[in-house]
C-alpha cells in the first residue's frame, strides 16, 4: 500500500473506533486498535512533514527581507530531512506479526540441574523486562526442577491495550540458544560452566489465523505431577493434546481444572501451529528473504551471559555490554534495540533494491 492508502486506512480506522457498535464486539475492536496505533506514527510524521514544508516555502519567501528567515529556514530544512527520513523508515514493509502478543517458552538443555536455575533465571528476566514494558504476562505451564529452577516453563506476554510497537517487535529475536557461562551454585571447587537454555518464542494465534478442527485432535488426560498442593497428584486434570496431522504434541497441568488446561494447551497450539505454517512459508521463499528470518532461528547460538566479567553478548550483531546484572534484572531495552536496528537496516537494503 502507498502513502495515500495508509492515511485513507487510517481515516476509515478511527472513524469506525468512533462508532460505539464496534466496541460490543472485543475482539474487532482490539484488532482495530492495534492496527489504528500501528498507523498513527505513519500519519502524525506525515502530518508533519507537510506542515514543515508549508513552513519551509514561507521562511523561504520571507529570507530576502528578514535574515532570521534565512536561519530559521536552514533549520527547517534540517528538520523536514529528518521527517523524510523517519517516514522512508515507517513505510519499509514489517514484520506481519509485529502487532501479535506471543508464547515464549524456557526450556532447561545442556547443563542439568545448573541449566534448569538459568531457565529460572531467563523467566525473571523476561518478567521483570514485560513489567517494565507494561505488558501482561501470565504463566501457561510450568515444571519446576528440585533446585528451585525450570525444566521447562511456557509464558503468554500481551501488550495492554493498542500500544505503537507489539509484543512480537521485541521478544522475537529471544528465540534460539541462550548460554551461560558461570560458577553453578552447585559446583564445590568454584570452576565456572558453561551450560545452555533454548528460547523459543511464537506469535500468539487467533482463531482466525489458525483453524484447528476437533477431529484432528487425540487429547488424553492424566494425573498432574509437581511439588503437591489442590488437586496436584489427585485428579486426572492434567491434559496432553496431540494434533495428528502434524504430530504436535503439547501437555498443560497448572491449572486446577481439566477445563482450563485444555484451553491452555489449545492456545500452545495454536501458536505452534501458525509458526510452523510460517517456517514452510519462510522455506519456500528466496534466499534474500531467509537471509532476513535468519535471526530467529532457534538452531543458533544467539546470546552469552557471561557472570565472571558481567558481560552480556549477543552474537548475530555483535553486541556486547559489560552490565549483566541489569539485563538479567529487566533492562533489556538496549539489547533488544540492537537487533531491532539490524533488521531494520536489513529491511531498508531489500527496499532499496526491489
Known sequence: MNLDDLISEYAGIEERLADPSVHADQSLARKLGKRYAELRPIVETHRELSSTEDDLAAARE??????????????LGKRREELEERLRRLLVPRDPNDAKDVILEVKAGEGGEESALFAGDLLRMYLRYAERAGWKTEILDSHPSDLGG??????AVKARGAQEEGVWTRLKFEGGVHRVQRVPATESQGRIHTSAV????TPEAEDVDVQVDPNDLRIDVYRSSGPGGQ??????SAVRITHLPTGVVVSCQNEKSQLQNKEQALRILRS??????????????SAERKSQVRTVDRSERVRTYNYPENRISDHRVGYKAYNLDQVLDGDLQNVTQALVDAEMERRLAEAQKS
Open 198 to 201: 533454548g528460547v523459543l518464542v
Open 272 to 285: 505452534r501451529l501458525l509458526a510452523m505454517a510460517q517456517e514452510e512459508a519462510d522455506a519456500a521463499a
Open 150 to 155: 525450570y525444566k521447562d516453563v511456557t509464558v
Open 62 to 75: 520571507l529570507a530576502g527581507e528578514d535574515a532570521a528567515f534565512a536561519a530559521e529556514a536552514e533549520d
Open 231 to 236: 488437586s496436584v497428584n489427585t485428579t486426572d
